[in-house]
């Protein structure tokens, strides 16, 4: 692991601070940072060994349509999209709190209810739910926003309660949560999908909210196909995720859940391909966008140029 850390990092201008995430690689410069999605994917809170092709442009061409779709709602730290896989923005101070808003009974949500308790983070939900239903109403259940290891799942008297973020300010990222899904709810209806859970994370510049990381995202939602939705929940068909649920569940299949003793499962090529086009698929699918594959070369030299280009509107 940490022969591939040192081989990712790039040698930029002017970089203040390397942080290595999950699937990004972060560059900071004074008020303004990189971030370079890569082909790695985690599930379950751990770094897959096998990268996916293409994944990382997948992403990041895909969160830049969102936040430009969404900039009349919260302002958010994209500026600009130096190469097919990186982007440049803000330097915001992370909330370290991740507000995750779900409309649909699925995923995590459904695992927890499953498991016989009726209470997340703080909110109730009712008796006899099934897979897949439609909520009451969306709820926002947040976790916390781990620098390393697991998030956790926290509810909203203990965020208001402790030191992570004033009330102020977390009130603000819950209006602002609301009317982001609600968007994307519009935006997944164009397509043909339901948005059915989603996260967004929030960060502090010059002591404003700004929107950060990506949204809509495969990585970052889940959605359903529109049509046949009632009558898959009718017959108690499950319906088909459009996220990467199917890497978790393979991970399952083959003994991964990310409890402590277990060993990754070593993906074949065959699979890897498949998550490859099934991500490129998620983004024509979502967006309504045609994927156009760039073979990133020469990375770094772009971004150094692209670096010395804009070093003097670093303000």
Not at 19 to 39: H, I, P, Q
Not at 113 to 127: E, I, Q, T
Not at 272 to 278: I, M
Request: hydrophobic share 35%.
């Amino acid at each position: 692991m940490s022969v591939e850390k040192e081989k990712s990092r790039m040698d930029l201008p002017n970089m203040t601070h390397f942080y290595r995430g999950k699937v990004r690689d972060v560059y900071t410069f004074e008020n303004r940072m990189l971030l370079v999605a890569s082909d790695r994917i985690s599930a379950f809170d751990y770094i897959l060994p096998e990268p996916i092709p293409y994944k990382g442009q997948v992403l990041n061409q895909m969160a830049a349509y969102f936040l430009n779709n969404a900039k009349d709602i919260v302002p958010n730290w994209l500026l600009e999209i130096p190469a097919p896989n990186a982007a440049y923005g803000l330097a915001c101070e992370p909330v370290k709190v991740e507000m995750v808003i779900r409309g649909y009974l699925a995923g995590h949500s459904w695992r927890v209810y499953a498991s016989g308790l009726r209470n997340l983070c703080g909110v109730n939900l009712p008796d006899g739910l099934s897979e897949g239903d439609k909520l009451p109403f969306p709820i926002i259940t947040p976790t916390t926003k781990a620098d390393e290891g697991h998030d956790a799942d926290i509810s909203r008297e203990e965020i208001l309660a402790s030191s992570l973020v004033s009330e102020k300010v977390y009130e603000q990222m819950e209006v602002y949560t609301h009317a982001l899904f609600e968007r994307g709810t519009v935006l997944a209806a164009k397509q043909g999908l339901i948005l059915v859970d989603t996260k967004y994370e929030f960060g502090l510049y010059e002591g404003k909210i700004y929107l950060i990381d990506e949204i809509h995202t495969p990585d970052s939602s889940r959605y359903f196909l529109a049509d046949g939705y009632e009558e898959r929940q009718i017959q108690g068909i499950r319906q088909t995720q459009l996220s990467k649920e199917f890497v978790r569940e393979w991970l399952m299949a083959n003994g991964f859940q990310g409890k402590e003793g277990q060993t990754i499962p070593e993906m074949p090529d065959s699979f890897v391909n498949e998550v490859s086009e099934r991500y490129i698929q998620l983004f024509e699918k979502i967006t309504g966008l045609t994927f156009i594959k760039a073979p990133v070369e020469n990375l770094e030299q772009t971004l150094t140029d692209f670096l010395h280009r804009n070093s003097s509107g670093h303000s």
